[in-house]
């Protein structure tokens, strides 16, 4: 099982989620967050007092993927949250060592 | 049978005419109604009007500290006023600086006096309003760092030796009236006097940690915005009401203070718009406000091409004083008190002795219609106001400094913000 990690523009949340559901993921966590990498931020004034905002709000999303369909995932991530502008975000994959459902208590991909 | 009838009817005729010369005779009820209108409208402008303004510029985790300050100005205000404000600013005159303390906790002073056509009470009352919304002005500049345990006894100290003592000048009999300088609804009483005053004491406090490095973001220009409406709504009780009247002078006042605030908001939205190519809300309610300021001390003087005027240069006058020459001078007057209400009421100041038109208000005739004392007679008032004003909350500063052990807040209490560690509250539950 995978845990994937995908930061995007807050726009694409529901492209991205609804292509997931398409195959066959349904669940998932979002965090607003901010951010930044190449993307510049901007400059905002307030009665002549310049400030730099550095930070960008994004959409963390997680979710967790049985082995299987990982590929599958990422691909269909890319494609939807792509608008092919500085910003579009990062994708992180990382190993997930045990799932568990609270109200059963199945465990591993069962669980997902 | 006819004679009974006609005893009867002119016997009723009397009754209804004797009324109206009953013993509350000069009482204008159409006066009294939009006097005590106004008085409920001004009142608004500081728990609500100026508290949002000032509240949405604060940095959100100074918010209800603002909004507090704000507050309790006005109750203070309300309290002092009515124990012995109204009597230093308004008793019988001694020798052109004070009132005496003879309506002390408004003692002589019952439901059948009268000032004018209105009630005395309601007079009072109006008047009150005015001294509450004063001190809360100043708090503008100092925002973020003050203790307010030294903001409460600075404002009761403040409204009873700065506040009074000016308001009597002007409008309670006191020498600059008499001198002639004209100050329809406050431009020196209230707004040139709080401006100095902020300064003053934004200059004592010393400036907010961080200042000119750390981003210092308005916790919501929503706020502001609505703040500055509700501000322009109460406006038109400030100045309109301060002819103590429902007439013409009062409707032509209600005129110009909208036209100078419409001109106000547009000015300093278009000079902002050249200057950083964006034109913000912030800069739209800020130039409202501005050209409200700048009428205040004209309102009941000035006809409708001058209020274009001055609201016009009231919104480039703020954008400049706030935008360049507070950064340029380094000082920290954190809302633009002095920026906003200093200058721009002091501008509001000399265009009555420039405009005054003796065709609105023959109390009152400016420069461009021949009279070029009228200027001068400004200038003296405008000197006096800031000269007092300054010196006085100097006074009060140092007595709220022993009072209250000291004036600011720590260093952790700051950057913790004050609504945590003054009040043990949040804003916002988000």
């Given at each position: 099982?995978?845990k994937i990690?995908?930061i995007i523009?807050?726009?694409?949340?529901?492209?991205?989620?609804?292509?997931?559901?398409?195959?066959?993921i349904?669940g998932?966590?979002?965090?607003?967050v901010?951010?930044?990498?190449?993307q510049k931020g901007?400059?905002?004034?307030?009665?002549?007092?310049?400030y730099?905002?550095?930070?960008?709000?994004?959409i963390?999303m997680e979710?967790?993927?049985?082995?299987?369909?990982v590929d599958q995932?990422?691909?269909?991530?890319?494609k939807?949250a792509?608008?092919?502008?500085?910003g579009?975000g990062?994708l992180?994959?990382?190993p997930v060592?045990?799932?568990?459902?609270v109200?059963?208590g199945?465990k591993g991909e069962e669980?997902i | 049978m006819?004679r009974?009838?006609?005893f009867?009817?002119s016997?009723?005729l009397?009754?209804l005419?004797?009324n109206?010369?009953?013993?509350d005779?000069?009482?204008?009820s159409g006066?009294?109604?939009?006097?005590?209108?106004?008085?409920?409208?001004?009142?608004m402008m500081t728990?609500?009007?100026?508290?949002?303004?000032?509240?949405?510029?604060s940095?959100?985790?100074?918010l209800l500290n603002t909004?507090a300050?704000?507050f309790v100005?006005?109750?203070?205000?309300s309290?002092?006023w009515v124990m012995w404000?109204y009597s230093l600013?308004?008793?019988p005159?001694i020798?052109g600086?004070?009132?005496?303390?003879?309506?002390l906790f408004?003692?002589?002073?019952?439901?059948?006096?009268?000032?004018?056509?209105?009630p005395?009470?309601v007079?009072?009352?109006f008047?009150m309003?005015f001294?509450g919304?004063?001190v809360a002005?100043i708090?503008?500049?100092i925002?973020?760092r003050m203790?307010?345990?030294?903001?409460?006894?600075f404002?009761m100290?403040?409204?009873?030796?700065v506040?009074?003592?000016?308001a009597?000048?002007?409008w309670g009999?006191?020498?600059?009236?008499?001198?002639?300088?004209?100050d329809f609804?406050?431009?020196n009483?209230?707004?040139i006097n709080?401006g100095?005053?902020?300064?003053v004491?934004s200059l004592?406090?010393g400036?907010?940690?961080g200042y000119?490095k750390?981003?210092?973001?308005?916790?919501?220009v929503?706020l502001t915005?609505l703040?500055a409406?509700?501000l322009?709504f109460?406006?038109?009780?400030?100045n309109a009401?301060?002819?103590l009247?429902?007439?013409?002078?009062?409707?032509?006042?209600f005129?110009?203070?909208?036209?100078s605030a419409?001109?106000?908001?547009m000015a300093w939205?278009?000079?902002?718009?050249?200057?950083?190519?964006?034109p913000t809300?912030l800069?739209?309610?800020s130039?409202a406000?501005?050209?409200?300021?700048?009428?205040t001390?004209?309102?009941g003087f000035?006809?409708?091409?001058?209020s274009?005027v001055?609201?016009?240069v009231?919104?480039v006058?703020?954008?400049y004083c706030?935008a360049?020459l507070?950064h340029?001078?380094g000082y920290?007057?954190?809302?633009?008190?002095?920026?906003?209400?200093?200058?721009?009421?002091?501008?509001?100041?000399l265009?009555?002795g420039?405009?005054a038109?003796?065709?609105?208000?023959?109390a009152?005739t400016?420069?461009i219609?021949?009279?070029?004392?009228?200027l001068w007679?400004?200038i003296?008032?405008i000197?006096?106001?800031a000269?007092y004003s300054?010196?006085a909350t100097i006074?009060?500063?140092l007595?709220t400094q022993?009072l209250?052990?000291g004036?600011?807040v720590?260093?952790?209490?700051e950057?913790?913000?004050?609504d945590?560690?003054?009040?043990?509250?949040?804003?916002f539950e988000?």
């Open positions: 099982m995978k990690e995908a523009k807050p726009f694409k949340l529901e492209e991205v989620k609804d292509a997931l559901n398409a195959i066959g349904q998932m966590t979002i965090t607003e901010k951010g930044y990498g190449r901007h400059k905002e004034i307030y009665r002549g007092a310049e730099m905002v550095d930070f960008i709000p994004k963390k979710i967790i993927v049985a082995q299987d369909i995932a990422i691909d269909v991530i890319m939807a792509n608008t092919n502008t500085i579009d990062k992180f994959v990382l060592e045990q799932v568990i459902r109200r059963t199945e669980a | 006819k009974k009838i006609m009867i009817m016997f009723v009397w009754i005419t004797t109206v010369f009953a013993d005779a000069t009482i204008n006066d009294t109604a939009w006097i005590i209108v106004s008085t409920a409208l001004v009142m728990p609500a009007g100026l508290a949002l303004f000032y509240g949405g510029m940095r959100t985790k100074n909004l300050m704000t100005s006005y109750c203070i205000g309290i002092i404000g600013a308004f008793g005159d020798g600086i004070i009132g005496a303390p003879t309506h408004m003692n002589g002073i019952t439901v059948n006096s009268v000032s004018g056509t209105i005395t009470f007079f009072a009352l008047q309003t001294a919304i004063t002005l708090l503008g500049s925002v973020d203790k307010f345990s030294a903001w409460i006894i404002s100290l403040w409204v009873t030796v506040y009074c003592p000016i009597h000048w002007a009999g006191g020498w600059m009236g008499n001198m002639g300088a004209l609804a406050g431009g009483v209230v707004h709080a100095v005053a902020g300064l004491l004592f406090l400036k907010r940690l000119g750390e981003a210092m973001f308005p916790s919501s929503t915005a703040g409406a509700l322009w109460g406006w038109f009780g400030f009401g301060s002819e009247a429902a007439d013409g002078i009062a409707a032509s006042a005129l110009v203070t909208n036209t419409s001109m106000g908001a939205m278009l000079t902002e718009w050249v200057v950083n190519r964006k809300v800069g739209i309610a130039g406000v501005a050209g409200l300021v700048a009428i001390p004209a309102a000035v006809n409708l091409p001058s274009l001055i609201g016009a009231a919104g006058l703020g954008f706030v360049v507070k340029k001078l920290d007057d954190s809302l633009d008190a002095f920026g906003v209400h200093g200058m721009c009421g002091l501008w509001g100041a265009a009555t420039i405009f038109s003796p065709y609105i208000n023959e009152g400016g420069l219609y021949g009279n070029i004392g009228q007679i400004q003296v008032s000197v006096g106001t000269l300054g010196v006074v009060v500063i007595i022993l209250a052990s004036l600011r720590t260093k952790e209490e950057m913790q913000g004050l945590n560690a003054l009040h043990g509250e949040r804003a988000l």
